[in-house]
């Protein structure tokens, strides 16, 4: 451990507070971080805490109680996905980031495993024969065009 940074267990964040400066050169306003209120979970004490920053983990436990009974789920609620990829137990289902990620927890992921479930999806709508709609309409509209077009001349 780093002697500037500290672990706050059993502790909760109540609230940020901060001040607002006007940057020097710019003039814009500048938000500072300047202390944060927690409290110890443990006795209920309110502190203060005076901070240039702060990172905050939020939990572990996946937000998937609307998911119970709709896909599987293992013992910890986590979203079963098949293999390595994002597909869930439902045919057409995509899982991604934290709802499905029991090891690493963290926005990164999620981006990278929301942009893999983004992808999944893709294949399965072009396997359905689901074309994309925007391809179609474009189509359309030139040969419509073309088509006035052509009486025209």
């Not at 909760?12 to 400066?21: C, D, I």
């Not at 709802?99 to 983004?118: C, F, I, K, L, W």
């Not at 994309?132 to 419509?144: F, G, L």
Request: hydrophobic share 35%; glycine share 8%; with cysteine.
């Amino acid at each position: 451990f780093h002697d500037r940074i500290s672990i706050m267990w059993n502790t909760t964040v109540q609230s940020f507070h901060g001040e607002v400066t006007k940057d020097e050169e710019t003039g814009e306003d500048v938000h500072r971080l300047t202390h944060v209120v927690l409290k110890n979970n443990n006795f209920d004490d309110l502190e203060t805490l005076y901070v240039k920053g702060a990172f905050v983990a939020i939990g572990h436990d996946p937000a998937t109680e609307l998911l119970d009974g709709q896909v599987e789920l293992d013992d910890n609620n986590y979203v079963i996905t098949k293999g390595k990829s994002t597909h869930t137990s439902v045919e057409g289902v995509f899982a991604a980031g934290d709802v499905m990620d029991h090891v690493y927890r963290q926005a990164v992921t999620s981006a990278g495993t929301g942009s893999a479930a983004a992808l999944d999806a893709e294949r399965w709508l072009s396997a359905q024969g689901i074309e994309d709609e925007r391809e179609a309409c474009i189509d359309d509209i030139i040969n419509e065009v073309l088509t006035e077009l052509s009486g025209k001349y």
